[in-house]
């Protein structure tokens, strides 16, 4: 679990639902159903299934990534008086061309990336990924729960996820397998709801082969205890859902058993991570052809309140995080090759750090913060909104003279993925953003 060093507080999700792997025997499998509500809403209703064969990964950096030295405004004096530059002692990202620990330049933008997502500046350069520079929402409250919790829900007062009001809104293309999946120890807000969505780690244990010969014993007992009438055998509430559940968790597992473990393809090697590794098996769900249509994963470790760090000799905190992330994002790229066409990768984070660095040679709290987006038919360059960069990084210039404002409203990114990518009418994207007036962001050819 991560902490706020500011706070002392937990925010990376626990798993709550551990009763169900024990009773199941599952040691080494990480499976969770959502529960919450106990309805199950998998609908055939007709559809003009313009979301056939799309997939959409949503990958959380939780904590509260530094923008500011991920993507660096160096053309703009102002940022080294905020952040002197790492050779004189802080965490400035040096201009591109200056030696050891210099950002890599983005042609004629005066912004440079943090040398240490390299891995991902093809990807800009062949104007395949977006670079949303200040995305966020008015009215952040700098906390971590409550920001996660907004970006995740929609809007604060919706109780469900925006990705399970999708999977309710818009029924499947066709016939799904695994329509949804949170890759990880435990379901992401966005993905709870009324649609039960599991989660899971580790596909390559994602079995019951290891029972041997005990095996088929066990499923057939346990398909025909979920065949027993559930008001015979408890009275507790949720037991019609447990009956209902338990078949389709089987016929999961047997899925993800067929489909062996993950290869990766087009001589990929992702990093030896809890991220690489869940991005690889995600590359490899996805490609095995089981419906994949939604999926999430986290990475935290972007809390950097001290010893953030810069690039080269100055890394420290962020750069590892960064390496990670953006190594994994791009083995994945180049794992699915030309399959990206139909997948898209959108990474977000709850909110932004300070534009002035702390006396801990770290970043503090913040607001807007940059959103990466690859993938599909994703136009590529920087999106700073409509209201633009600012013209310098003054105090005047800054949210209570602080802090970044957000230019790029986060619900439109998401509305721009529902109409462009999956193609939902206006009917189903007002289910998803009730209420929520779309203003394109453009992010899509």
């Known amino acids: 679990m991560d902490h706020c060093h500011c706070c002392s507080s937990g925010f990376q999700q626990v798993s709550r639902r551990t009763l169900l792997k024990r009773a199941m025997g599952l040691a080494a499998t990480a499976l969770a159903a959502n529960m919450f509500p106990l309805e199950m809403l998998f609908q055939s209703r007709a559809h003009a299934a313009s979301n056939a064969g799309k997939t959409l990964v949503v990958v959380f950096q939780r904590g509260g990534n530094d923008g500011l030295n991920t993507i660096v405004p160096y053309s703009d004096p102002q940022y080294y008086v905020m952040r002197p530059r790492s050779t004189n002692g802080g965490i400035g990202i040096l201009p591109p061309g200056s030696g050891d620990g210099s950002g890599l330049d983005l042609a004629g933008s005066g912004f440079a990336m943090h040398p240490s997502i390299l891995p991902l500046h093809g990807l800009f350069t062949s104007n395949r990924l977006a670079i949303l520079t200040a995305a966020g929402f008015a009215g952040s409250t700098q906390s971590h729960f409550t920001d996660q919790d907004t970006i995740e829900h929609g809007f604060p007062e919706q109780r469900d996820g925006w990705l399970n009001r999708y999977l309710a809104a818009v029924p499947a293309a066709g016939v799904s397998t695994l329509r949804a999946a949170a890759i990880g120890d435990d379901v992401a807000k966005s993905l709870r709801g009324t649609v039960l969505v599991p989660s899971m780690t580790d596909v390559a244990s994602f079995s019951f082969s290891r029972l041997g010969s005990s095996k088929a014993a066990l499923e057939g007992n346990l398909r025909a205890m979920y065949a027993q009438d559930p008001a015979s055998s408890t009275t507790n509430p949720a037991r019609a859902a447990v009956h209902a559940l338990g078949p389709e ?189 779309h203003t394109p962001v453009g992010l899509f050819v």
């Open 249 to 437: 968790l089987l016929n999961r597992v047997a899925a993800i058993e067929g489909i062996g473990a993950a290869s990766p393809q087009n001589g990929v090697t992702y990093p030896n991570s809890t991220f690489g590794r869940e991005m690889r098996d995600l590359a490899h769900i996805i490609r095995s052809g089981l419906g994949l249509e939604v999926a999430t994963v986290d990475i935290g470790g972007w809390d950097t309140h001290d010893d953030q760090g810069a690039g080269g000799a100055a890394a420290n905190r962020q750069a590892g995080r960064l390496a990670d992330f953006s190594g994994g994002i791009r083995a994945f790229v180049d794992d699915l090759g030309p399959l990206m066409n139909n997948v898209v990768v959108l990474t977000c984070t709850e909110f932004g750090r300070t534009v002035r660095q702390n006396a801990s040679g770290g970043t503090d709290h913040g607001k807007a913060s940059v959103w990466f987006l690859v993938g599909g038919s994703v136009k590529g360059g920087l999106y700073h909104g409509a209201a633009g960069w600012p013209a310098s990084l003054t105090e005047t210039n800054l949210d209570s003279g602080r802090y970044l404002r957000p230019t790029v409203e986060f619900r439109n990114v998401f509305a721009d993925i529902l109409t462009r990518h999956f193609g939902v009418s206006a009917t189903e994207l007002g289910a998803v953003l009730p209420g929520h007036a």
